[in-house]
T-cell receptor
């Protein structure tokens, strides 16, 4: 079983749709969580950190469920520019905060 | 926010050439930097962790003599692909965390722009 698992998709949605991605992690001692987006042939860029209380940044909402060991990302009112691969990243508490990346979920927003 | 710069962004060279890629943290000091490789439509693969003033830590299966890492200062790490061959063609990306913003292990990684290496 992978340490961080994501549904690879692809998710194909129309503009304006709401889409949700889930990510599960296996190490219960994980302590920090992030969502990145990666555009084709580009480097990953930090989208948002994920906090225990849940957090929102415009159309994006991230949530963490420590008991079930999953993280979610909700995108409301999808835009064409949201098309990208979304990576879930988990930092461990030990091992100098080793980061483990999910394989990514690909989103395509269509007109 | 934390900025990581990577250079060059694109390299095309002949088989057998050695290629050096630089990774710089521009507005923070990074005692540790990370080097990744990504093939088309595949996930990021961690190659090695670069440690300032000491040897890099390589992931299993990554040849340390093939991929030389030097982290001589708190803002610069270099990856040299020695005697590159076509199978080394890939997207190489470095990253670092800004430990000045809080507990280091809680910080996100910030990535350089990546280097697209093509070996003919």
């Amino acid at each position: 079983r992978k340490e961080v698992e994501q549904d690879p998709g692809p998710f194909n949605v129309p503009e304006g749709a709401t889409v949700a991605f889930n990510c599960t992690y296996s190490n219960s001692a994980s302590q920090s969580f992030f969502w990145y987006r990666q555009d084709c042939r580009k480097e990953p860029k930090l989208l948002m950190s994920v906090y225990s209380s849940g957090n929102e940044d415009g159309r994006f909402t991230a949530q963490l469920n420590r008991a079930s060991q999953y993280i979610s990302l909700l995108i409301r009112d999808s835009k064409l520019s949201d098309s990208a691969t979304y990576l879930c990243v988990v930092n461990e508490a030990a091992d100098a905060g080793k980061s483990t990346f999910g394989d990514g979920t690909t989103l395509t927003v269509k007109p | 926010g934390a900025v990581v710069s990577q250079h060059p962004s694109r390299v095309i060279c002949k088989s057998g050439t050695s290629v050096k890629i630089e990774c710089r943290s521009l507005d923070f000091q990074a005692t540790t930097m990370f080097w990744y490789r990504q093939f088309p439509k595949q996930s990021l693969m961690l190659m090695a962790t670069s440690n300032e003033g000491s040897k890099a830590t390589y992931e299993q299966g990554v040849e340390k003599d093939k991929f030389l890492i030097n982290h001589a200062s708190l803002t610069l790490s270099t990856l040299t692909v020695t005697s590159a061959h076509p199978e080394d063609s890939s997207f190489y990306i470095c990253s670092a965390r800004d430990g000045d913003r809080g507990v280091y292990s809680n910080q996100p990684q910030h990535f350089g722009d990546g280097t697209r290496l093509s070996i003919l």
